[in-house]
T-cell receptor
Framework: NAGVTQTPKFQVLKTGQSMTLQCAQD?????MYWYRQDPGMGLRLIYY???????DKGEVPNGYNVSRLNKREFSLRLESAAPSQTSVYFC????????????????FGEGSWLTVV | AQTVTQSQPEMSVQEAETVTLSCTYD???????LFWYKQPPSRQMILVIR??????QNATENRFSVNFQKAAKSFSLKISDSQLGDTAMYFC??????????????FGQGTILTVHP
């Protein structure tokens, strides 16, 4: 019952460094998402992938890039980390993109804590 | 754009008692889904309950139930027979089920619930 797995769980970066957060799901879901959660706030969508081979911007995409490597994996890259990107990052997946068609829900990973100093 | 508001930053309840968490939202859409997610200290996001806007009947999941008032745009969560394991941050979330939706969830700010023995 792995569900959605993210790595690493904790990371400290220096300003200007780059890194990639990895995410994999084993539920055969088509859609995957990256969210960030800042202290005292709800989650905000960074990027999403409706299906293998497609990616689109969410609410807060600036400073990030994503890659949908295959159906299982969806990575998030910070090219030049900034202190404003200090946050907890959540990967998530769902069977299909549209609620009305799938009636499904979104399953979240356990989060990756990123600190940029 | 949709907004979700949770007006109670913190709540506390005695074990075995009942507590209600409030959530209001604003949308011009008619077809949507509402969710309550639980985030324990481990930070994992766990789906508690979901409600389809077209259903008049309030959703229930064991000790968890909702009071969905569509006209008032209110979606409260009632937890009966509270348990120590219910201690967590609770997020209310809105999902647009319209044709242009893309699985994006809009989250409220969260309510920290503490269950006391």
């Amino acid at each position: 019952n792995a569900g959605v797995t993210q790595t690493p769980k904790f990371q400290v970066l220096k300003t200007g460094q780059s890194m990639t957060l990895q995410c994999a799901q084993d539920m055969n879901h088509n859609s995957m998402y990256w969210y960030r959660q800042d202290p005292g706030m709800g989650l905000r969508l960074i990027y999403y992938s409706a299906s293998e081979g497609t990616t689109d911007k969410g609410e807060v995409p600036n400073g990030y890039n994503v890659s949908r490597l295959n159906k299982r994996e969806f990575s998030l890259r910070l090219e030049s980390a900034a202190p404003s990107q200090t946050s907890v990052y959540f990967c998530a997946s769902s069977e299909l993109l549209h609620f009305a068609k799938s009636g499904n829900t979104i399953y979240f990973g356990e989060g990756s804590w990123l600190t940029v100093v | 754009a949709q907004t979700v508001t949770q007006s109670q930053p913190e709540m506390s309840v005695q074990e075995a008692e009942t507590v209600t968490l409030s959530c209001t939202y604003d949308t011009s859409e008619n077809n949507y889904y509402l969710f309550w997610y639980k985030q324990p200290p481990s930070r994992q996001m766990i789906l508690v309950i979901r409600q389809e806007a077209y259903k008049q009947q309030n959703a229930t999941e064991n000790r968890f139930s909702v009071n969905f008032q569509k006209a008032a745009k209110s979606f409260s969560l009632k937890i009966s027979d509270s348990q120590l394991g219910d201690t967590a941050m609770y997020f209310c979330a809105f999902g647009d089920a319209g044709g242009t939706s893309y699985g994006k969830l809009t989250f409220g700010q969260g309510t920290i619930l503490t269950v006391h023995p």
